[in-house]
């Protein structure tokens, strides 16, 4: 029972300190904006991480190319993660690490928006995607944990959550993650 509550307790806190933080409400406010003006410009927006956040890249892509809350035409949103093969070959014949950068060099255009999900902020591979999409004109946008790791160089829109525990970052990432879907849905379909 003292697990469940301390997790739960855990959980709120980073959420109150999100909500306190008015630097980081600025910057997913701006975040959205970006991703709004790159759908509405007919750019696409570009999510990668690894493990969890790999699943959390899915899940907001998800939530753009589908629907959110109510429905209206999908917008252009891909994980780079879900073709396996290719991510399997490139592993293989080049590096890990270079997974993302590679997918960022042929999908990528100036003016796109990739979203690298991170909760160290330092995972080679999206930190090689966030250079690679930078040097295409793109517009970073990186979800970390406190601080941002070496993905904070990288990011022209950091979003660090308020902690270092990667359970609680994850899950403050789909909080955001979700607020930045509201956000654009309501921006471009109003009703």
Do not use: W
């Not at 750019?43 to 190319?65: I, T």
């Not at 295409?136 to 829109?157: E, L, W």
Request: proline share 3%; hydrophobic share 35%; charged share 25%.
């Amino acid at each position: 029972m003292d697990k469940i509550t301390q997790a739960i307790s855990e959980s709120l806190e980073v959420k109150k300190d999100i909500l306190e933080n008015k630097d980081l409400i600025e910057n997913i406010e701006k975040a959205a904006c970006v991703i709004t003006d790159c759908l509405r410009g007919d750019g696409k927006v570009l999510f990668c991480g690894n493990g969890g956040s790999a699943a959390d890249a899915q899940h907001l892509a998800a939530e753009l190319s589908g629907r959110f809350y109510y429905d209206r035409p999908p917008l252009f949103a891909e994980a780079l993660h879900v073709n396996t093969s290719y991510l399997t070959a490139v592993a293989n014949d080049y590096s890990y690490n270079d997974i993302y950068a590679r997918s960022i060099k042929s999908k990528g255009r100036k003016g796109d928006v990739l979203v690298g999900i991170s909760t160290s902020g330092n995972s080679e591979n999206i930190i090689r995607a966030m250079e690679e999409a930078k040097a295409r004109g793109m517009i970073t946008i990186g979800m970390t944990g406190k601080g941002g790791g070496k993905m904070a160089q990288c990011s022209d829109y950091l979003l660090d959550m308020p902690s270092g525990c990667t359970p609680r970052i994850q899950e403050a990432h789909i909080l955001v993650g979700h607020i930045l879907c509201e956000l654009v849905e309501a921006d471009i379909f109003p009703q």
